[in-house]
């Protein structure tokens, strides 16, 4: 892990292995962040993140069932679903987040605005098996940053490395677990009124109508155009996760509830109540990328009091932070 300042600052970076995943600990330098425990585990194994805070509680949701082994995703932390979101052509949400990603131990600097900040890169590069379904060379960087107050902000960069001259297009999305105390006592805010894709009804267009996403049953939506900075409400905690996003137009709300939990494997039976995914995307207009060209998708999360107000929570003071 470096610092986008200096490389000298790597503290700890503890590779452990669970199963055949091969896990990367990551633990903020004391100088960047008073509370050094805060941090992130990253599995190479699809690049996919968990997230903690200060007291070591994890603040994404992982299953109870998670299974740490290929060749599916671990159910939990943050899944990236690439070159495809959902079903289509290829595997379901794409093949990245089933493949072995690498290390840059060299990578180049970003342009940032903060300078505080530890990061690692992972990179995935099309292989031979990946050519036969999806003929495109590409270079997918992927940039895991800490800030100073234990934010957790992951940048993809996907460049078009084609020689042949071809473009190509994909969808996209963080699939993002967040761990909630009670489903029941959750809200979103930012994504009322808006138009969304209902994909438990084959994708059929409907607007959201009242002035609260809550749930009490099965939901699972594709959000459309949606604004940069949304509010998750954990009512129990009186905690709140702000999810802020850039080049991503969607968001994507699931949460399987009893019956399709049941039915998963690798989810326990009651999981479902701890959990709440929802996820910076670009699905309903897929990018396209010539040659030479690059796509940055940038999603961050921050955690913050909720604000309670005479038994109703304030979205506009939630949103402000
Ligand atoms: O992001 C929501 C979603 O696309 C849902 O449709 C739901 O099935 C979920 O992802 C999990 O998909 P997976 O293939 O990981 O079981």
């Given at each position: 892990m470096r610092t986008a300042s200096t490389?000298?600052?790597?503290r700890a970076l503890m590779a452990s292995t669970r199963s055949s995943c091969v896990r990367f600990v990551a633990v903020l330098p004391r100088q960047i962040i008073?509370?050094?425990?805060?941090g992130y585990d990253i599995y190479l194994y699809g690049g996919q993140v968990t997230w903690k805070n200060e007291h070591r509680e994890e603040l994404l949701f992982v299953s109870?069932?998670?299974?740490?082994?290929?060749?599916k995703a671990i159910r939990g932390g943050i899944t990236i679903c690439f070159?495809?979101?959902?079903?289509?052509?290829?595997?379901r949400h794409g093949f990245a987040r089933n493949r072995f990603w690498s290390i840059d131990n060299d990578p180049p600097p970003f342009p940032t605005n903060t300078t505080n900040k530890a990061f690692i890169d992972l990179i995935l590069k099309q292989s031979e098996e990946d050519a036969k379904i999806w003929p495109h060379r590409y270079e997918f960087r992927l940039r895991i940053t800490l800030g100073p107050g234990g934010d957790l902000m992951l940048t993809s960069r996907i460049r078009?490395?084609?020689?042949?001259g071809k473009s190509f297009t994909f969808t996209f999305a963080y699939h993002t677990h967040l761990y909630v105390t009670d489903i029941s006592e959750v809200r979103v805010e930012g994504l009322e009124t808006l138009d969304y894709l209902d994909n438990l009804k084959d994708r059929e267009r409907f607007t959201e109508q009242g002035d609260a996403i809550t749930f009490e049953s099965e939901v699972d939506k594709i959000y459309l155009s949606t604004p940069t900075k949304i509010a998750i409400l954990d009512h129990e905690r009186k905690r709140t996760f702000v999810l802020r996003k850039d080049g991503l137009p969607d968001a994507v709300v699931w949460n399987p509830w009893d019956k399709k939990a049941k039915a998963?494997?690798?989810?326990?039976?009651?999981d479902y109540m701890h959990m709440l995914c929802v996820e910076a995307a670009c699905v309903e207009k897929p990018i396209t990328l010539k040659p030479g060209e690059e796509w940055k998708g940038r999603q961050e999360l921050s955690v913050v009091p909720s604000s309670y107000c005479s038994g109703q929570l304030d979205p506009r003071r939630a949103l402000s932070v």
């Open positions: 490389s000298s600052t790597v008073n509370a050094s425990l805060i109870s069932k998670a299974i740490f082994k290929p060749p070159p495809q979101f959902g079903s289509g052509a290829l595997d078009n490395t084609n020689t042949d998963m494997p690798d989810f326990g039976d009651d």
